[in-house]
């Protein structure tokens, strides 16, 4: 089945490591996106890859970084140095071009202590 | 940059009647997109719109698309409790960073 996998589902990690969050999809497409959903907020974006080794800030990048070194892959590693890192995160991805849908992932709700 | 204003932010209504969310950009969009987020779910693409003035009907869903193309609104009407969720705008800010608005949550008494 094509579609798009965000592991784990939830996450817990203690204040001051680093995490990475995957993100994986098989629907051949190009451009990928992270985005962070707190409750009762919108999406906020915070990084986006139009292609591979290439990726943009999106407007909530500070303290969060990424890799995109192939094209079904865009791991989000959320740092330190995020101050307030409990959030649900989303993954997305479409086609190239600008009146495509976005496809997103199930989720991953992680959990700082 | 582009900002895609939603209102309102939350909306309760009684099963049967009718919901509106509406959209705002700051900047004209070359087109938008309405998603649908069910409670601990992931938003699911409901339509796009592109041209000016456009209108998209899917069942009891009625779409419009502004005649500037700076505005969107979303109608439900009659809804039923499966309605319930948060709805979403989103457009491009160029040709590829796509922005969400803040999203209406709808909630409905049976």
């Known amino acids: 089945d094509g579609g798009i996998t965000q592991s784990p589902k939830y996450l817990f990690r203690k204040e001051g490591q680093n995490v990475t969050l995957s993100c994986e999809q098989n629907?051949?497409?190009?451009?990928m996106y992270w985005y962070r959903q707190d409750p009762g907020q919108g999406l906020r974006l915070i990084y986006y890859?139009?292609?591979?080794?290439?990726?943009q800030k999106g407007d909530i990048a500070e303290g969060y970084s990424v890799s995109r070194e192939k094209k079904e892959s865009f791991p989000l590693t959320v740092t330190s140095a995020q101050k307030n890192p409990t959030a649900f995160y989303l993954c997305?991805?479409?086609?190239?071009?600008?009146?495509?849908?976005?496809?997103f992932g199930q989720g991953t709700r992680l959990t700082v202590v | 940059g582009q900002q895609v204003m939603q209102i309102p932010q939350y909306q309760h209504v009684q099963e049967g009647e009718d919901f509106t969310t509406y959209c705002n950009s700051s900047?004209?969009?070359?087109?938008i997109q309405w998603y649908k987020q069910r409670p601990g779910g992931h938003p699911v693409f409901l339509i796009q719109?592109?041209?000016?003035?456009e209108v998209k009907k899917q069942k009891r869903l009625t779409f419009q698309f502004g005649e500037a193309k700076k505005n969107s609104s979303l109608h439900i009407t009659a809804t039923q409790t499966t309605d319930v969720g948060t709805y979403f705008c989103?457009?491009?800010?160029?040709?590829?960073?796509?922005?969400f608005g803040q999203g209406t949550r709808l909630t409905i008494n049976p």
């Open positions: 997305a991805s479409s086609m190239w071009g600008a009146v495509t849908e976005a496809f």
């Open positions: 629907l051949n497409h190009d451009a």
């Open positions: 890859s139009q292609i591979v080794n290439d990726f």
């Open positions: 900047t004209t969009l070359s087109n």
């Open positions: 719109l592109v041209k000016s003035g």
């Open positions: 989103a457009g491009y800010q160029g040709a590829q960073k796509l922005v």
